[in-house]
């Protein structure tokens, strides 16, 4: 991983240099890199705040031998590998919300962006976009992100290298999935569940098709929410818009 690593000071969107990149018949383990996003992109067809010279904003292209199914593991097992980055530079108390959102209290310190191209059952490849809110003061966010958002650097306070986060985050997924090559998802799982603060919590999710209202019980084998509504059906969620 990242032994192809691109680096640019200004892009629209990493993930759409790395999308041409992947077109462009690029191996697996090419990582691209950018100071400033002027059209970072969020989940849900969201836009992502990805100020110049502050954020960690980077793409992953892979290429995995999984069926489609199992692509949203590889969401879960990349928010283990920023909470543990991220912990091994500071110690603030972090935790994931489903499926990879990483908050420190109610606040979002970094999201991923899984999207992927595939045919039929076959993943092509997959673009893995990991943006983390790293140096920026209180006042540099927008204010209707400031009740939402928060950065490493205002929860430590004290500011990060970027490169230091960046290698930590490069080599804690490579380990994370060299055990998801060997041994599946299970130990990945164990580990998401421990680091998260989804289960057993009352959320409403808010799905492409509608909303959902339960308990969070736990995830599947392939990664997706099993959410317990108020007559004990249990529901199958595979992307949403998460309140608690
Ligand atoms: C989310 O909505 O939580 C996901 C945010 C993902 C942001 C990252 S920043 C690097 C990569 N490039 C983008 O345009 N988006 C992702």
Known sequence: LGQNLHYFEEVESTQTIAHRLAREGAPSGNVVLADHQQAGKGRLGRSWFSPKGTGLWMSLL????????????????TSVAVLRAVKQLVSIPLHIKWPNDVLCGQKKV???????DAEADRVGYVIIGIGINVNQQEEEFPTELRTKATSLRIEAQKALSRKELAIAILQEWEKL????EQSGFGPVKTLWEAHTCSL???IVARTPHGQVE???????????????????????IYSADIET
Do not use: C, F, N, W
């Open 62 to 77: 892979i290429r995995p031998h999984i069926p489609l199914t199992s692509v949203p593991q590889l969401t879960l097992l």
């Open 110 to 116: 970094a999201g991923i962006l899984t999207e992927l």
């Open 177 to 180: 999935y060299g055990l998801y």
């Open 200 to 202: 057993g919590q009352h």
């Open 214 to 236: 339960g308990i969070a019980r736990g995830i599947t084998d392939e990664g997706v929410l099993l959410l317990e509504d108020g007559q004990g059906t249990m529901h199958k």
